[in-house]
């Protein structure tokens, strides 16, 4: 099956920890995205890569890194400067970056620090 | 700051009914305009998307799009109670220089709820 998944499904994490969410696609997609959701609140941008390699900041990219080293995958790391990390996190891909800009959702991971 | 505005609802429709969702933006350079249902608890789905003015159908939805306004609508025909969903709007703008850096931005969501 074609799809993104994204790992795990929950976690929680001790203040002062770093984190990292993992997120693949297998539909040979070029872009790929984090968004954040907080309860009651659209999505927000964290971070997006238009190719391997190159990865751009969102709206609210403080105290979050990413890499792209391979096409299918993009992981987040959540990292103690983020202050209120608490929230769900989506991953999201796109065939390409452009005016259409499809995107598709992997499942998410619901984040809770401790 | 680019703006997308939706009714946070909840917007409570009869089994059978039609379902109006309304979406507002603020970047008159946008092109693209997508609609995703949101289950609670689960990932945006995509529903559709529009580009030209106008509207455009696929089943029971139907988009419709009017740029002079800055307006974009999602209709449910025969809204089923499986439609009850927080329903997405996202406009993708342009972003910086280049031509391709494009960019969704989210509403907050219309919860639709369809009453047996």
């Known amino acids: 099956d074609g799809g993104i998944t994204q790992s795990p499904k929950y976690l929680f994490r001790k203040e002062g920890q770093n984190v990292t969410l993992s997120c693949e696609q297998n539909l040979n997609h070029d872009a790929m995205y984090w968004y954040r959701q907080d309860p009651g609140q659209g999505l927000r941008l964290i971070y997006y890569s238009q190719i391997v390699n190159d990865f751009q900041k969102g709206d609210i990219a403080e105290g979050y890194s990413v890499s792209r080293e391979k096409k299918e995958s993009f992981p987040l790391t959540v990292t103690s400067a983020q202050k209120n990390p608490t929230a769900f996190y989506l991953c999201a891909s796109s065939l390409q970056p452009g005016h259409l800009n499809e995107q598709f959702f992997g499942p998410g991971t619901r984040l809770t620090v401790l | 700051q680019k703006e997308v505005e939706q009714n946070s609802g909840p917007l409570s429709v009869p089994e059978g009914a039609i379902a109006s969702l309304n979406c507002t933006y603020s970047?008159?350079?946008?092109?693209?305009f997508f609609w995703y249902r949101q289950y609670s608890g689960k990932s945006p789905e995509l529903i559709m998307f529009i580009y030209s003015n106008g509207d455009k159908e696929d089943g029971r939805f139907t988009a419709q799009l009017n740029k002079a306004s800055q307006y974009v609508s999602l209709l449910i025909r025969d809204s089923q109670p499986s439609d009850s969903a927080t329903y997405l709007c996202a406009v993708n703008e342009l972003r910086g220089s280049g031509g391709s850096n494009y960019k969704l931005t989210f509403g907050k969501g219309t919860l639709l709820t369809v009453n047996p």
């Open positions: 970047d008159r350079g946008s092109q693209s």
